[in-house]
């Protein structure tokens, strides 16, 4: 960087006031597109504007960009939040022991897509400097909002190593992710596997998919509105039950059919011609994300085919790397998914709370790498 170049930061309450094409350029790194869906500036913005990620929801803007001499070189994703929901990184143990103590946790800032739990870059930039500068700016966000602190969740490795090096806090929790080791088919995945463990997935396809229950993939200018319309009663069935409240609104899903749609995949189950299951998932450069599921008919293991199987089989006749289904899950060790650590940054403006935690994350990190090592002998490929 040369002396005369000047660094300004600002902050922008809104991704509309964020042109798409910077947006986009920052977070694609170099390439044409972003590799990772999520990334893209349509698919924050059908937060915003569908009213699914906004102040009254609880996930008020707060994205900082940083220019030199007026073009951007830096942005970095960030909400003003008033509760801990939709992150997947759950620290309602830190907010409690907060306000036992008669501080405060709320507002907090947070780096990440919402409601999304898959590893992406965020601290969008092509140099570890300005990198820098994006966790500093953040940091100094906490003061002027009266924030308890800053949370970049799903981070990349090298962002945890970023993050460290400049005094943030490390954790690590535990995903499974299905690799393709250059199968030509889901037969030839099977055929990798242990004797009982491929009958058991044989045996759960078919009962999937007994009485004529049948399964299609849905993806592009093929996708309407009566897809979404059926997609959104199982959505909000399964999102009532397990979260009490879904995240995401009908508006969200027409407005990223209208700008993404070449990067949604939605595998739904048909009976005859009713749709009663569907699984929705996003299309990135070499992997699968699995998201949303639901469905309104009890059928023995349709869930997994929906949401594990199909998208094995996808991610094979596409020629992609990998498919992420989601968080959590060990029942997933045994259709072929593998632990993977992902990592998350934390930044507390209390130095003792700061310490605090610190121990405590260390032992955390070290138990999730034991377990993800244990977790790694389970898996159901044949050994050897």
Request: some cysteine; glycine content about 8%.
């Amino acid at each position: 960087m040369s002396e005369s170049s000047e660094l300004t930061v600002t902050v922008h309450p809104s991704t509309a006031s964020i042109p798409a094409s910077t947006w986009n350029r920052l977070a694609a790194g170099g390439s044409a597109r972003p590799q990772n869906p999520f990334l893209e500036h349509a698919f924050f913005l059908a937060l915003e504007e569908s009213g699914s990620a906004t102040a009254r929801t609880g996930w008020q803007p707060q994205h900082i960009v940083v220019s030199r001499d007026d073009t951007a070189v830096g942005l970095m994703p960030l909400f003003l939040k008033s509760h801990s929901m939709g992150e997947y990184v759950f620290d309602h143990a830190w907010a409690d022991a907060i306000e036992r103590a008669g501080g405060h946790y709320y507002p907090k800032l947070q780096c990440s897509v919402p409601f999304t739990p898959a590893s992406a870059p965020k601290l969008l930039a092509a140099d570890t400097q300005t990198q820098i500068l994006l966790l500093e700016a953040a940091q100094a966000l906490t003061g002027k909002l009266d924030a308890s602190s800053v949370h970049a969740t799903f981070v990349t490795e090298n962002e945890e190593k970023i993050g460290a090096a400049t005094g943030w806090l490390t954790r690590y929790d535990t995903q499974f992710h299905w690799s393709n080791d250059g199968y030509e088919s889901f037969d030839a995945f099977l055929d990798t596997l242990q004797s009982r463990k491929r009958k058991s997935i044989k045996r759960e396809r078919r009962e999937a998919l007994i009485d004529g229950i049948t399964c299609e993939w849905v993806t592009g200018n093929d996708l309407t509105e009566s897809h979404w319309d059926a997609f959104y009663e199982f959505y909000m069935d399964t999102g009532a039950r397990k979260w009490g409240r879904p995240y995401l609104n009908r508006e969200f899903f027409s407005l990223i059919s209208e700008t993404m749609s070449d990067r949604i995949v939605l595998m739904l189950a048909r009976d005859g011609a009713q749709y009663i299951a569907g699984a929705l998932n996003f299309l990135g450069s070499d992997t699968l994300y699995g998201r949303n599921w639901g469905a309104v008919r009890d059928v023995p293991f349709l869930h997994f085919e929906l949401c594990y199987y199909q998208a094995i089989d996808f991610a094979i006749a596409h020629g992609l790397k990998r498919v992420e289904a989601g968080a959590q899950g060990q029942h997933k060790l045994a259709r072929g998914y593998a632990p993977v650590t992902t990592r998350s940054i934390h930044y507390l403006a209390h130095p003792g709370l700061r310490r605090a935690l610190a121990e405590y994350l260390e032992d955390e990190r070290r138990y999730v790498e034991l377990q993800n090592s244990e977790l790694a002998d389970y898996t159901p490929f044949r050994k050897g």
